[in-house]
């Protein structure tokens, strides 16, 4: 058995905006929220972030327990390690997703115990009811962690929802297809209403799943209309912030208090921009967080960003919506919930396609990048390739090779390590990177003065 | 019509895997348009149906990869990097098209750096729901309408029904060649050696559908003429993994002091076993083979019954083949960085160490670089098994 290893005690990260200083205890109350719902029998669901279909979990008061967020908080809390070493003594490789690699050495071991393991982080992660896969276009992961944890918990039913969108291709247009594609979602979201009424002997409120998803197609654009704010110069709120301002739009989307924090941060975000106070008083260089998940353990590093005079205005990283009203079809006309919930998803992912297309040799990915640097007056791209994730840091060189070739060249870092992994970083070498990229965008900065 | 001075059976094989696409060169010489495609996932038959040649990439444990680093992070699974390192260094150069399934992150999320990268006059990208269940099977069989549309408009002409039924009859006939060549493995000792069988099925991947039917016909013919000619060793030997395209963690094996007389790989039983059924639209058949017949990790099989019956239902074949094959031990060799694989080790492991079968897992990271440290674990599980 692993041994019990006290974390290494850190100090709390400094936050620029009141927000985000909130998130820590949301999601340590969310936590010990489902320990408690597991204490009172009330159905619990291991989900995935982003899934598509956090109006149906929330519609039929599910409790949903977020698998990746309860390993990130074990890596912020610098207490994964014993999780990661218990899943590679299963027989699972260390270069696999470190997000599944701790969820599944914590459920290995919880279920060898019957009981929490010692100490965990935030009271644990809750055995669950059922656990809901996700087979979209990336993340393999999000179809076979379950699969996998059903090894620890056999009579722990999987369902495995479908949601692809359309690729990208030069050889058909995307409208050409999609309302197959709307067509098969719309299929495997009534597959999970029907498979959550089994298993909670529920019955679906048709009703208030319409006024959820109304609600959250506010959220995001109140979250679009926000993080537009950051803008400003002096930007009021920086990517180090928004990996916490984050948690709302991936964790509590279609619940009123998500829609309460996001209304809180613009009414904060406009009060910082009339009071020109930004993140730090003289902003020298303005990046982009430009792919790639944080390391969970060293979110202190952008700190040290800020330290040397730059900020980081905008990111690609979990900017998970749009706005709505910019989609090219009218989504309060669809009335259906999940044919909505189907259009929503599938416009999202191929919000950029159209604009890309105008690009001679573009793709949309670089596009937004490319309309970001713009928006935000942009000086520098970071992006952080964490080793054991395929789904989000891989195609990071590429963007950037295609993005010199299309639009112009443009200071770039990439930062290597990992979202989970400690084992992964080096703070001296990650600083001594940061302190040449600096010297870069400085010398970049001169020649144009 | 077989390739210039190939000769025939072993021979062949042996020339087409150490000069792997010199018969695709040749072909487009004479103007043949030659399609590179990566994994089992890639439907062939609509490839061969619209007179295209179906050439399977492939890496090389021998090659430093180099080139691909520029643009492939090294976080990509070792075996698609290799790939994408040997169409950079211009092995592939002959391509006219590339098509890529949604087989697993590492194969997927490159295919923008494929495309853009190789730039070859044709790309598509084949996008594979993972389920099983019959909706996933009707969106499948609608992706598999787009790819036929878009090779369609590629190629400047309609594939018919008809042209798609015999792309069906000559890949299924390949297949039935290929288990036909599998029965010479359950002599003990076998007839064909595993790095044999190995050579044959990678230098099928790099010829026309008809010449691979030819080759391996001759194959067949030559090693029941030859007879009993190879040696008895104490264990036999089933593999199980994602793609091996060589034969160098065979030979390793046999090497060693075993016979490898079955697998669960690509190209290999995984990729061979299963055939096209005869349906009224070609393409229902094409889709239920591609998505519920080819027994993978990328797919997601839906649960029914108990956890036990499940695990049946996922790798229940390999049970049967450790049966069929009178098989002593299996190696689990995954690559590192492989995400379909990776996570189905436990439940592989127990499944077929609850059969009494001994299981020796191997991670490994497809280079030779590796072969010295996997040849002392090999030997080791092969003592292990001669114990018992």
Known sequence: MTEEKKPEERKKRKTAAEAASKIGPMVKATIGGTVQAREEGKPIAYSFICCGYDEIIRAMDIVPVWTENYAGICAVKRDAQRFLERAEAENFSRSLCTYALCGLGFDAWREELGEMPPNPPWGGQARPDMMLGSGQMLCDPRNKWYQAAQHYMPDVPVYEVGLPWTPYEDDYDYREVQDYYVKYMVEQLRGLVEFLERQTGRKMDWDRLSELVDLADRTWNLIWEAYELRRAIPTPMGTGDAMNTMVPMVFMMGTQEGYDFYKDLYDELQRKIANKEGVIPDEKYRLIWGGGLPSWFALTDFNYFNSKGAVFPVETTYRMVEAIYHFDIDLTKITDPLEHLAWRWLKYWTYWYDKSKRRPGSHPDVERLIQYIEDYKIDGIVMHEAFSCRTWHVGLIWQLNLLKKIYRDIPSLILESDIVDISSYNEADTRARIDAFIDTLEAVKSRGR | ?388
Request: one cysteine or more.
């Open chain 2, 1 to 388: 019509m077989p390739g210039e001075s190939a000769g025939e059976g072993l021979a062949a094989a042996d020339r087409y895997y150490r000069d792997y696409g010199c018969r695709a060169r040749e072909l487009k010489r004479q103007g043949k348009k030659i399609f590179g495609y990566l994994c089992a996932f890639v439907p062939l038959e609509v490839l061969t149906a619209a007179g295209f040649i179906p050439f399977r990439i492939k890496g090389d444990v021998n090659e430093p990869i180099t080139k691909a680093d520029t643009e492939m992070e090294t976080i990509v699974c070792p075996l698609v990097r290799s790939c994408f390192d040997m169409s950079l260094k211009g092995n592939y150069e002959f391509l006219d098209g590339i098509v890529i399934p949604h087989a697993c992150d590492s194969i997927c999320r490159t295919y923008d750096i494929w495309k853009y990268t190789l730039n070859l006059p044709y790309s598509h990208l084949i996008n594979m729901p993972h389920g099983t269940d019959d909706s996933s099977l009707n969106f499948y069989k609608a992706v598999l309408n787009t790819f036929r549309t878009s090779l369609s408009r590629f190629a400047g002409r309609e594939i018919s029904d008809q042209e798609l039924t015999q792309a069906i009859g000559l890949h299924n006939q390949n297949r039935a060649k290929v288990r036909e060549l599998y029965e010479l493995r359950k002599a003990s000792p076998p007839l064909i050696s595993g790095a044999e069988i190995a050579k044959v099925l990678v230098a099928a991947m790099g010829i026309p559908i008809e010449e691979s039917i030819e080759m391996i016909s001759g194959v067949i013919d030559e090693v029941k003429q030859r007879g009993g000619v190879l040696a008895s060793k104490p264990a036999r030997i089933m593999v199980v993994g994602a793609q091996v395209d060589n034969v160098a963690f065979i030979q390793l094996i046999e090497d060693s002091g075993a016979w490898v007389v079955a697998d669960d790989l690509c190209p290999g039983a995984r990729e061979f076993f299963s055939y096209v059924d005869a349906t009224d639209d070609p393409m229902d058949g094409i889709a239920e083979r591609y998505l519920r017949k080819i027994k993978c990790g990328r797919t997601y099989r839906e649960m029914k019954g108990n956890y036990q019956e499940y695990l049946e239902d996922r790798f229940g074949h390999m049970g049967q083949m450790i049966e069929d094959f009178d098989v002593d031990g299996v190696v689990l060799y995954i690559y590192k960085y492989c995400d379909p694989y990776g996570f189905e080790v436990p439940q592989i492991k127990s499944y077929i160490e609850s059969r009494d079968t001994p299981v020796l897992y191997l991670e490994d990271e497809y280079s030779m670089s590796t072969i010295g440290r996997l040849r002392t674990r090999i030997q080791a599980f092969l003592e292990l098994i001669g114990s018992k």
